[in-house]
């Protein structure tokens, strides 16, 4: 038994390096510009509850609406995340994932990586940010993922789109990005 979990080890490490290879490669292979970041974060104004006004979709928020992410600060100086969505309906069930979140950019703090299982982890790189911290745009350097968050569940529709238009700058391809059914639509927002 215990060699057949030496495999077994071997062969997800083996596999977590492959993967965490390719998704940095990605990038280059894209032939995209390096990602830029915001300048700087003040942390402690980061934390708390973000809405999901806007993301690519991903399959592990299918049915997902009502879409939130809460940050607190660590004993050990990590960040708990709590993202939370409502299936189907904003009265679905609640479906909730708990992980951790680390700086990798001591300089900026506006690089950080995600992660809610052992071994897996992803970049979080804080791309756009309003100086009152009511706004944040957080992607990945290969441009394969994208959340436009805010502290209410609603985005004035100028606002938006002067967002939309600076990470477009970025390289991302807006036209993947999904609304989020929030509390505060009429009807299910369109893409």
């Not at 998704?23 to 509850?49: C, F, I, M």
Request: net charge positive; aromatic share 12%; charged share 20%.
């Amino acid at each position: 038994m215990e060699a057949s979990m030496k495999i077994f080890f071997s062969v997800l490490t083996l596999m977590v390096t492959v993967w965490v290879g390719t998704a940095h490669a990605s990038g280059k292979a894209k032939n995209l510009p390096e990602l830029k970041t915001v300048e700087q974060v003040d942390l402690n104004r980061y934390l708390g509850q973000w809405f999901e006004i806007a993301s690519f979709p991903k399959r592990f928020q299918r049915d997902c609406t009502a879409t939130t992410a809460t940050y607190s600060l660590r004993q050990n100086g990590d960040i708990s995340v709590v993202n939370s969505c409502k299936l189907a309906t904003l009265d679905g069930k609640l479906k909730e994932a708990t992980g951790k979140a680390w700086v990798v950019d001591k300089v900026s703090n506006a690089k950080l990586l995600v992660q809610f299982f052992w071994p897996f982890s992803g970049d979080y790189w804080i791309v756009d940010l309003a100086k009152d911290y009511s706004y944040a745009v957080v992607g990945s350097p290969d441009r394969d993922y994208l959340w436009i968050l805010s502290r209410t569940p609603t985005l004035n529709a100028s606002l938006y789109s002067q967002i939309l238009a600076r990470i477009t700058t970025q390289g991302f391809d807006v036209s993947r990005l999904h609304r989020t059914w929030q509390p505060g639509f009429v009807s299910t927002p369109s893409p």
